[in-house]
């Protein structure tokens, strides 16, 4: 394909897909993305961090081939005002799989999140986010180790596809009328409206992904999140599709959380993920109170939401939270803060968002190595007190640097042998 302003590198090979799989040469062009705001400083400390740990970790015979793609601010001052760019959809496509800084959305004008429009316009379903501790990391938990949890969000409905219709507007009032005449419904004059629409398609589709995750990923358990004993034909359907896709297409290796008890007095059985459920409102407490209960988490988009970023402030915050939008064969890995413009081109922000999703997308390509590498390296870093300003003010005797210096320093790390 021809782009205009998207230059393919010179040599690497494109990530080939053949029905579900795709296939990873040794040496993937992969898409890049900026992003706004901080997102220059961190995208190019991680770049020099991921080359770094792919070298190492395969001495030379896997290389990555970088291809920047654009959206956000950049895209805007190349492509003549358009923040959003229908070649950079068409090259996340072409590549299979690419990485996105932070960006920016337009005020009082064009879409309501560039965020949410990339998500709508290739489908990316499913907003895969990870949360673990990293030893070192400052967290509120007395035992923050005990959580290690992956969320999987829908990413497509519930709020993200909600309709609504202002308080005082003729379609709002309109819409009233017919709800209290036709549906005998109840509620407060001039209330604003609005509708959520959860399917039985988009939700089988995120819980038969959250379930082939935890196979794939030797997971125990994964736990359905929901409001469903208030709203009944939305977040109880989610309920509902999400125990029937495990027992229509899983039921040789799931069972329930009632049948772990009656059946093997809740003891797990080896080899088999244990499917429950629980209300949305009591996650949060048990989130804190027993992480170690939880493994995998689907969930409609607005719990979701609120659910990743809190899980995420128990282990270090949402500056060290990675994420992925992903459909069956699209994967769009993410920092999953916002731009923070008041720290752009300052070198100070911690890389670590964009640095884990890098960790989770190498993962996602087959290459554990890398990720190891990474992993070891930002302990080992840590140990040191090596650290951004964010951890630095919650640390004794920390010694503080700035992005591409911490950068450095967990380069350092990998090349000496200390992350092997």
């Not at 805007?76 to 800084?101: C, H, M, Q, R, S």
């Not at 040789?252 to 009632?258: A, K, M, S």
């Not at 992925?324 to 890995?333: G, K, P, S």
């Not at 302990?379 to 007190?385: C, H, I, R, W």
Request: aromatic share 10%; hydrophobic share 40%.
């Amino acid at each position: 394909m021809t782009y205009q302003h998207v230059q393919m590198p010179a040599s690497g090979e494109k990530i080939s897909v053949s029905g579900d799989t795709f296939s990873v040469p040794e040496n993937p062009i992969l898409g890049y993305v900026e992003g706004d705001g901080i997102g220059p400083d961190i995208t190019k400390a991680c770049l020099r961090v991921w080359d770094a740990a792919v070298e190492r970790a395969y001495d030379g015979n896997r290389k990555v081939h970088w291809a920047e793609l654009y959206m956000g601010e950049k895209a805007a001052g190349i492509y003549d005002g358009d923040y959003f760019p229908a070649e950079t959809l068409e090259a996340i496509k072409d590549l299979t799989v690419a990485i996105k800084g932070p960006l920016t959305t337009p005020v009082g004008k064009g879409f309501r999140s560039l965020n949410v429009a990339l998500r709508q316009s290739l489908d990316l379903y499913a907003c895969v986010r990870p949360v673990r501790h990293y030893a070192g990391v400052p967290s509120p938990l007395k035992e923050p180790q005990k959580v290690d949890v992956v969320f999987f969000r829908e990413n497509t409905e519930d709020v993200y596809a909600g309709l609504e219709w202002q308080s005082g507007s003729d379609d709002n009032k309109k819409l009233a009328k017919f709800l209290r005449e036709e549906m005998d419904a109840d509620f407060f004059e001039d209330a604003g409206l609005g509708v959520k629409p959860i399917s039985e398609f988009g939700s089988k589709r995120l819980v038969r992904k959250a379930i082939q995750y935890a196979i794939d990923n030797g997971r125990e358990s994964v736990t359905l999140v929901h409001k469903g004993n208030i709203m009944k034909f939305t977040e109880g359907a989610f309920r509902e599709w999400g125990y029937e896709v495990a027992k229509e297409e899983f039921g040789d290796i799931t069972i329930t959380e009632d049948e772990l008890w009656e059946k093997h007095d809740g003891k797990r059985p080896e080899g088999k993920i244990v499917i429950k459920d629980r209300i949305a409102d009591i996650m949060f407490q048990l989130m804190l109170l027993r992480p170690d209960d939880f493994d995998v988490i689907a969930t409609m988009n607005l719990n979701g939401d609120y659910m990743s970023d809190a899980a995420a402030a128990e282990v270090g915050g949402i500056g060290i939270a990675p994420g992925a939008n992903m459909a069956d064969n699209i994967a769009v890995f993410e920092a999953t803060h916002g731009t923070a413009p008041k720290y752009a081109d300052q070198n100070k922000v911690n890389p670590g968002s964009l640095l884990f999703s890098g960790v989770n997308m190498f993962e996602y390509l087959g290459w554990p190595e890398v990720a190891q590498q990474i992993n070891k390296a930002y302990e080992k870093v840590l140990a040191d007190k090596v650290v951004t300003y964010d951890f630095a003010r919650n640390m004794t005797g920390a010694k503080e640097v700035g992005t591409s210096q911490f950068a450095d320093a967990l380069i350092e790390k990998i090349q000496s042998g200390a992350a092997d």
